[in-house]
């Protein structure tokens, strides 16, 4: 053989990835008669680099995708680009770049990076959402949406900015003000698209059931955002007229602790009031200048407005509560009206202790009956109390009561009602998919003929004028009606991004060019089998990803109603941080480290090291993929990516650690540099190797990444240490399977020298003999009145006696004993003799 001692990872990453691009190792066929498996990662947002968090989510994507190959699957790991998005606008803003380009340039520059970490992924389906191929199918199907009454038009309050003349999102709005511009953000009525997601809440509710493999916090996350709870409909009468206020609440067993009655901004009461109050109209424009979203009106200040109005309590017609009109009320939610709780609600606590109102206890734990409510509202379970007929109950036991006699009496209706809304799905945006629909002034709002689609976005378009160039485009929105032929007008909307995300591993399973994906074809390759990504998308991706599924199972389109069987998602890559003394952020190639200190290699003041974070480029925390795998190889990297952390959790990014792996693949090439002529069986080493072939096959099923890498590892030191043998040759050519997952391009290498043909991406995963499984020694524990003295390996399955007599015969033990006499002998086979003195 042709000893080498040294690795090259630089010319053999290029070399084994150029042998699989020219087979086209990798590709899927969906006509194959093997089993199918489908390994997918949530496709990148093309912002212009990779980074090392990218590298992570692929590399473990990457080992269960070859790992399904060496099963004997045919493995479906394809790759594309979620396109579409603010991030082009604004660099088409600031830099003066058409959206398009500036995605297109991104995509090309982290495909080239991705394919320099070997990645088996199946590039002959790459898809960018931004492109007509994609998006016109995309529209096809919100028009079969829209046929099935699946989507639909309304009005609906938005966020919206003055001075860039946009939509803003709720996390847009900073204080108030738009997150760009600046200007105080408005809240105004526009008709909107929507999608009826929540004509899917039970099934999407009951399906997480179904999702055994699921993280069981990803479940909780979507069951909460569903939020199905039971509670009372009922509506309070307000005092000296004949208007009703009609609530929704969840926890009708704390009636008798209610203090207030408190109604959004723009419910109907607020409005007419504002109408002839002048304060009430400044308030209510006060209201509108704030935070949007439920997450932000739990952290603000709570703000009221007392209308004057009082609403009459249902149990008892001389207990009037006053009315005010709060900011944390939203009309999108419920009935645009609450109950004001404060003694088991923060929010309304916090309100109560703002404007003096009465807080009373109603559920109290046993023992603390008397116990004051002071400035945290009580949450707990409990009995209920100071309230009438219901004392002494348990809650659900009240609710059912309150809910009983609201029926009975014909005042309230026992309801269920859901957290979850209907998507809006419009953005004021030119880069996304067109919403296909257009406006005639005689025909409504009519669709687009398919045969019309794509509708595609125009290329000649200017950002010098903030707003949506679609609106003001002198020819594109300008079209006939296809239903009268008289001139109409386009929808100038977009589609929200996640839409785009919502199906994309359906086009990536099945690509004719006309309809969106073939039936038949889809049903080869779904559900996907192992779906990766960051716990971020938790809720409104997956969510967003399960119902398109379900819908268009409903309409005939599939028949998969779960997109994704199994679901893993993986910890963060994390890195140091530095500022200087102004607070300016450093990254790690301006810092270096001098004894104790850090300094500013530039300048040589003193750098301030911060904690170790998320990578971010924000931070300036991050790592260059290019430059670590130019120095280091792909297979180093991705040997890093996997081992030491577990995959779930976050990984510490480390220069001495990737330096360690490094030494790693170069221990390996020695191994397979290291087979010579030799005969004779090694028993144990046979042993180790089916156990770790057995062991490994497992974690990686387990997703336990970093415990295949730690057998691997000691699996290379039992190789090393063994003396030439047949069974030694035999666990080298195995060693260079069980890495191939790992490090492919090292195993390619390395199977050229050991078997001169073939590619061992194409190899099998290595076959268990079972019967190397079961260890035939053991190890025997030897005490002396419970104290470890001495351990025996002996065969497995020992008989008592001889255990004994093995025992007594070590020098150590009978230098332990001294002469002293033995009352009793106490033996568990195959774990150890006690005796007792």
Not at 565 to 579: D, E, N, R, Y
Not at 625 to 643: C, H, K, Q, T
Not at 680 to 700: M, N, P, T, V
Request: overall charge negative; some cysteine; glycine content about 8%.
């Amino acid at each position: 053989m042709n000893e080498k001692t040294r690795f090259n990872p630089l010319a053999a990453d290029a070399r084994w990835q150029s042998v699989w691009d020219e087979r086209q190792s990798f590709k899927a066929d969906s006509n194959s008669p093997k089993k199918k498996a489908y390994v997918l990662e949530m496709f990148p947002y093309p912002s212009g680099r990779i980074h090392i968090g990218h590298v992570r989510n692929y590399t473990m994507g990457d080992v269960i995708a070859r790992y399904r190959r060496m099963q004997g699957f045919e493995v479906l790991h394809p790759m594309g680009w979620d396109a579409f998005g603010m991030p082009a606008e604004n660099a088409a803003m600031e830099k003066g770049v058409h959206p398009g380009g500036w995605t297109r340039d991104n995509i090309a520059a982290m495909r080239k990076q991705l394919k320099r970490l070997g990645f088996a992924l199946d590039w002959s389906r790459e898809l960018a959402t931004c492109e007509p191929e994609y998006y016109g199918h995309e529209q096809a199907l919100f028009l079969d949406l829209y046929a099935a009454g699946l989507v639909y038009r309304k009005e609906s309050a938005v966020n919206w900015d003055p001075v860039d003349q946009t939509v803003l999102a709720n996390e847009q709005v900073i204080d108030g003000k738009g997150w760009r511009s600046g200007a105080q953000v408005e809240r105004r009525k526009l008709s909107q698209w929507f999608l009826k997601i929540t004509d899917f809440a039970d099934e999407l509710l009951e399906g997480l059931d179904t999702l055994e493999d699921w993280p069981e916090k990803v479940r909780s996350m979507q069951a909460n955002w569903i939020g199905k709870s039971q509670g009372l409909t009922f509506s309070f009468t307000l005092s000296g007229s004949a208007g009703t206020i009609p609530v929704y609440s969840t926890r009708p067993d704390t009636i008798f602790g209610a203090s207030f009655v408190a109604i959004a901004a723009d419910h109907p009461l607020a409005v007419e009031l504002a109408a002839s109050n002048v304060e009430a109209a400044a308030f209510i424009e006060r209201c509108k200048a704030g935070g949007t979203t439920a997450a932000e009106l739990e952290t603000a200040e709570k703000l009221g407005f007392d209308t004057g109005h009082k609403a009459i309590h249902p149990f008892d017609p001389t207990w009037e509560l006053p009315v005010f009109i709060a900011n944390f009320v939203l009309m999108d939610y419920g009935t645009g009206a609450v109950m004001g709780v404060p003694a088991h609600d923060q929010r309304d606590l916090d309100f109560a202790r703002k404007y003096m109102l009465p807080v009373t206890r109603v559920v109290a734990a046993e023992g603390d009956e008397t116990a004051p409510i002071h400035d945290e509202a009580y949450t707990g379970p409990g009995r209920i109390i100071n309230s009438s007929f219901l004392d002494g109950m348990a809650a659900e036991e009240a609710k059912a009561a309150v809910i009983a006699r609201a029926e009975a009496e014909g005042w309230g209706q026992g309801t269920t009602v859901w957290r979850l809304r209907d998507w809006g799905v419009s953005r004021q945006r030119y880069w996304g998919t067109p919403i296909p629909f257009i406006h005639c002034d005689d025909c409504g709002v009519v669709p687009v003929p398919k045969e019309q689609l794509p509708v595609t976005l125009p290329e000649d378009v200017s950002f010098d004028i903030p707003g949506n160039p679609l609106v003001r485009h002198p020819a594109w929105k300008h079209v006939d009606c296809p239903k009268c032929g008289k001139a109409a007008v386009r929808e100038t909307d977009t589609l929200d991004t996640f839409v785009d995300s919502s199906w994309y591993f359906l086009r990536f399973a099945s690509q004719p060019s006309d309809k969106p994906f073939d039936r038949e074809e889809i049903a080869k390759w779904l559900p996907v089998g192992q779906y990766i990504g960051g716990v971020e998308h938790a809720i409104l991706h997956l969510l967003y990803a399960r119902f398109w599924t379900r819908a268009l199972a409903r309409i005939g389109k599939l028949e998969v109603t779960e997109p994704f069987a199994s679901l893993f998602t993986q910890g963060m890559v994390t890195h140091q941080t530095w500022q200087d003394a102004n607070g300016k952020w450093l990254g790690p190639d301006q810092v270096e480290k001098r004894g104790e200190d850090w300094i500013i290699t530039e300048t040589g003041e003193a750098a301030i090291a911060g904690r170790v974070e998320k990578m971010s480029k924000s931070k300036k925390n991050v790592v260059d993929p290019d430059e670590i795998v130019n120095r280091y190889g792909a297979d180093a990297v991705r040997w890093f990516m996997l081992s030491d952390s577990p995959p779930e959790r976050d990984l510490p990014w480390s220069e001495a650690g990737i330096e360690g792996c490094w030494r790693f693949v170069q221990r390996l090439w020695r191994v397979f540099n290291s087979v010579e002529a030799a005969e004779g069986q090694d028993k144990a080493l046979d042993r180790k190797l089916h156990q770790s072939i057995d062991l490994i096959a497992k974690d990686i099923e387990a997703l336990a990444f970093n415990k295949a890498v730690a057998r691997l590892y000691e699996l290379t030191n039992a190789i090393e240490k063994a003396e030439p043998s047949a069974s030694r040759n035999v666990a080298i050519r195995a060693l260079a399977k069980l890495v191939a997952p790992m490090v492919p391009h090292l195993a390619e290498e390395a199977w050229e020298i050991l078997e001169g043909h073939g590619l061992i991406a194409d190899a099998s995963w290595p076959e268990v003999d079972p019967a190397l499984l079961v260890e035939d020694e053991v190890t025997i524990a030897v005490q002396i009145k419970g104290k470890l003295r001495d351990t025996l390996t002996v065969a497995k399955g020992l008989p008592n006696e001889e255990l004994e007599r093995l025992a007594l015969a070590s020098d150590k033990v009978q230098r332990s004993l001294d002469g002293a006499a033995i009352r009793k002998v106490i033996v568990v086979p195959d774990r150890l003799v006690n005796l007792v003195v």
